[in-house]
């Protein structure tokens, strides 16, 4: 009887331990995934604050230039940020970033006086603001589990968080310096280096990361993604094209400024337009 | 245990294993010996496979780590996340992302510092071309002002050289002047001398007809004679012979007023001659009279006309004295230009070496740059 008792005991105990096993495994399963979703929201939330940065960029240099137009959309997107910096505060855990305290502060900064600085040093805070929440972007994607290792249904996902939102960037800074130089029909010898080098970037991320992701595909992939990224291709192609010929090596600029304006908003429409694809893929897979 | 170390969790699968280790240890006194030990045994197999599991991890961390070079330092695929090894490790990838995404910044600054260089080198290139044209022009130029100083040195020489011909011509002018006034003396004293010639002509004249009148007068008288030496004859005649010789007396000096009326007669015709040839000759000296007024006339306004040569002569001699001293000031300038221009080149040369330089270090900031990238 004693000899039946400890081997049902330690059956039970077995079980228990296997429950246990389980109970973990399906628990911390259920975390990540949780936190995925979360990573998601939160993910969107800070892109919109980088797509705002961006456009505060694009107004405060107008207004550097002498717009005193924009000054009404600049403060409506003060008020457009400051909204979103505080949905971010009060429903995700975004204080616990270093790089947050980091945009705050900066951002803080740079909104109080942002009327007052030159066109240069505007645009270069700017600048610095939208790389620290691109990378808090992927701090965030990471601490979320929103990685290859926990999404092995997309090997591109990384791409989403770094090279296509850095190619957006570099098309937004080049759309804020190109305008200008547009604008005054004339392309300084520094604004031709930096304009080359926005160039040379586009090209090299923007093909190795287009490449990639028609390569790699996702299980969920769709033909709608890689009609996009064709579409992308074509895009930037063009507008790396009009960068080099219409104002780098153009002897005398002819090129509209609101035209080369729409066109490169249009470049970075096409991958805004990949990365929200690619991302409501994940969601479906998420809901699934 | 790999697996499990991964899906449940380091911390989760270690709390498993210890509840394990405390529910044998509580059950052990009611357990037979033997299970005892299969229990001790059991839980210490599953602790060393735990450790085992975790050795693996660390050796597959270290293999990653050591997989840096090849994934170009990206932390991203290196999948460092998918280890299970605690807190430790999230550490390490915290750091690993801050030090991939400084070498991407670095890499970012060098690629523009290395497309900066290739504009700078570029911009060397074009500077140097720039320079080379320019001191090909400036060579150029400076041999043109070579020639035309070259050339005005020979302008000068011929101006000097006709400064000098001018020079003789005012000389020689100036002797002609002299010449024309002697002559003029010349002249007015050949004038002199016909005006008494004229005169002395005149008085001639007069000497010519008073012998005209003269032999007038002889005629007469040889006629008066012939008359007497008739009326001898007659007488004579009458006188028969005694009269016969002063009847041959009477001829003889009627013969002799015969002689004598021819004489006269020829020097009246002589006489008229003279005084013919004499009037040609004062009407022809009447005329050097006033071909010598016409000499001298002339004579004055060829004085005239040597003195305006004379005077013309000066001015052209200033002249020449001013464009020689223009000449000279101008080659003096040309000379100094010339030397401005060779310093112009000598700076081309220099720039154009810089701007080799400058292509040179870019080229080194170049190189630089691709080796650290």
């Not at chain 1, 579409?231 to 080099?244: R, V």
């Amino acid at each position: 009887m004693i000899f039946d008792l400890t081997y049902i005991s330690i059956a039970i105990a077995s079980l228990i331990l296997g429950l246990l096993l389980v109970l973990f495994i399906v628990r911390k399963t259920k975390k990540v995934r949780h936190k995925q979703i979360v990573g998601i929201q939160f993910i969107l939330l800070i892109r919109d604050l980088i797509t705002s940065t961006q456009k505060h960029r694009g107004w405060s240099a107008a207004y550097a230039r002498g717009d005193q137009s924009v000054l009404g959309d600049l403060n409506a997107l003060k008020q457009n940020m400051k909204h979103t910096s505080s949905r971010l505060e009060h429903n995700f855990p975004v204080t616990e970033f270093e790089r947050w305290e980091s945009y705050q502060d900066h951002w803080g900064r740079l909104s109080a006086h942002s009327e007052q600085l030159t066109l240069e040093n505007t645009v270069k805070q700017h600048t610095q603001i939208v790389s620290n929440l691109l990378f808090l972007l992927e701090d965030i994607a990471e601490h979320y589990h929103l990685t290859v290792e926990h999404l092995s249904d997309f090997p591109n996902v990384g791409l989403l968080w770094r090279e296509l939102l850095h190619v957006a960037e570099y098309i937004g800074q080049s759309r804020a310096l190109g305008t200008g130089i547009a604008t005054q029909q004339f392309c300084s010898s520094v604004e031709k280096i930096k304009l080359g080098f926005l160039h040379q970037k586009i090209s090299e991320i923007a093909n190795g990361t287009f490449n990639q992701l028609e390569q790699q595909k996702s299980k969920a992939d769709s033909f709608t993604v890689s009609q996009k990224v064709s579409q992308a291709k074509q895009q930037i192609g063009q507008f790396c094209q009009i960068i080099k010929q219409e104002l780098i090596d153009a002897e005398k600029i002819e090129l509209d400024s609101k035209q080369y304006f729409s066109m490169a908003t249009d470049a970075i429409q096409v991958i805004n337009d990949i990365f929200d694809t690619e991302v409501n893929q994940i969601k479906d897979h998420f809901s699934r | 245990m790999v697996y499990l170390l991964r899906k449940a969790g380091m911390k989760q699968t270690f709390s498993l294993v210890w509840i394990l280790i405390l529910v044998t240890l509580a059950v052990l006194p009611w357990l037979p010996v033997w299970l005892g030990y299969a229990f001790s045994v059991a839980a210490l197999v599953i602790l060393a496979l735990l450790f085992i599991a975790i050795i693996k991890e660390l050796t597959e961390l270290d293999e990653k780590l050591k997989q840096g070079e090849q994934v170009e330092y990206d932390y991203r695929k290196l999948e460092l996340s998918a280890l299970s090894l605690g807190k430790p490790v999230k550490q390490l990838i915290d750091l690993l992302r801050e030090l991939s995404r400084q070498n991407n910044g670095l890499k970012a600054r060098m690629s523009e510092v290395e497309h900066a260089s290739l504009q700078v080198i570029e911009s060397a290139q074009q500077v140097s071309y720039n320079v080379q044209a320019q001191s090909d022009s400036t060579n150029s130029t400076a041999a043109a002002i070579l020639e035309m100083s070259q050339s005005l040195q020979q302008v000068a020489e011929k101006i000097k050289a006709t400064f000098e011909l001018s020079s003789l011509t005012q000389q020689d002018s100036e002797q002609g002047k002299v010449h024309l006034i002697q002559l003029k003396k010349e002249i007015e004293a050949v004038k002199q001398d016909a005006d008494i010639t004229q005169v002395q002509m005149s008085e001639l004249d007069g000497l010519a007809e008073s012998v005209a009148q003269m032999s007038k007068t002889i005629q007469d008288i040889s006629a008066q004679t012939n008359l007497l030496a008739l009326n001898a004859s007659i007488e004579a005649a009458r006188a028969g012979d005694l009269g016969r010789g002063f009847a041959v007396v009477a001829d003889e000096v009627r013969a002799l007023a015969d002689r004598s009326s021819q004489a006269a007669n020829q020097i009246t015709n002589n006489v008229q001659q003279v005084l013919e040839k004499s009037h040609l000759v004062n009407e022809s000296m009447k005329l050097v009279a006033e071909r010598s007024g016409g000499c001298l006339d002339t004579a004055e306004q060829t004085e005239n006309a040597l003195n305006c040569m004379h005077s013309r002569a000066q001015e052209v001699q200033a002249e020449m004295q001013i464009i020689s001293a223009n000449t000279e000031q101008q080659n003096m300038a040309n000379q100094e230009i010339s030397e401005h221009v060779e310093r112009v080149v000598q700076g081309a040369r220099a720039n154009a070496e810089v701007a080799e330089q400058a292509q040179a270090i870019a080229n080194h900031l170049k190189t630089l740059t691709q080796n650290g990238g």
